[in-house]
């Protein structure tokens, strides 16, 4: 059997927060890790949030956030590296684009998933961005 076919993908909850952490970890996305509270918040306060699971497992998330009409912001999308590879990203990004047809949906990427993206149709454009501190 097909591996999408045994994903469930539904709205993020509180409880998934742990799962979500230890994927952040394992990824090494230190700030997110670092900022375990902010990020916690973050993940409360997101309209778009999202969560793959497998057998009861969390196996993939993407946080973004919407005004439903415009855009659609993906800042975080990540899968378990062990089952990268079987279309889990694709259904996570499919699944928050068919909540909201009108919008176009927007992410960044790293220089290592911006092929990932690419292959997905999406096309690069430029941005910018800064901290408060900076």
């Known amino acids: 059997m097909e591996l999408r076919k045994t994903i469930t993908i539904r709205r993020y909850e509180e409880r998934d927060f742990p799962a979500i952490h230890a994927l952040n ?39 973004g956030l919407t005004d439903g009409h415009i855009t659609l912001y993906v800042a975080e999308l990540i ?33 290592t998933s911006s092929s990932y993206y690419e292959l997905q149709g999406y096309r690069p454009f430029y941005g910018f961005r800064k ?3 900076e």
Not at 82 to 99: D, V
């Open 25 to 63: 970890k394992t990824e090494g996305w230190s700030n997110l890790v670092e900022k375990h509270e902010d990020t916690k918040q973050a993940w409360g306060h997101s309209n778009a949030a999202f969560i793959a699971e497998k057998d009861g497992g969390l196996v993939g998330c993407l946080r």
């Open 79 to 111: 899968v378990d590296k062990k089952l990268r590879g079987n279309g889990i990203g694709k259904e996570l990004l499919a699944y928050a684009h068919t909540l909201y047809p009108k919008t176009r949906l927007e992410l960044l990427a790293s220089s």
């Open 131 to 133: 901290t408060i501190s």
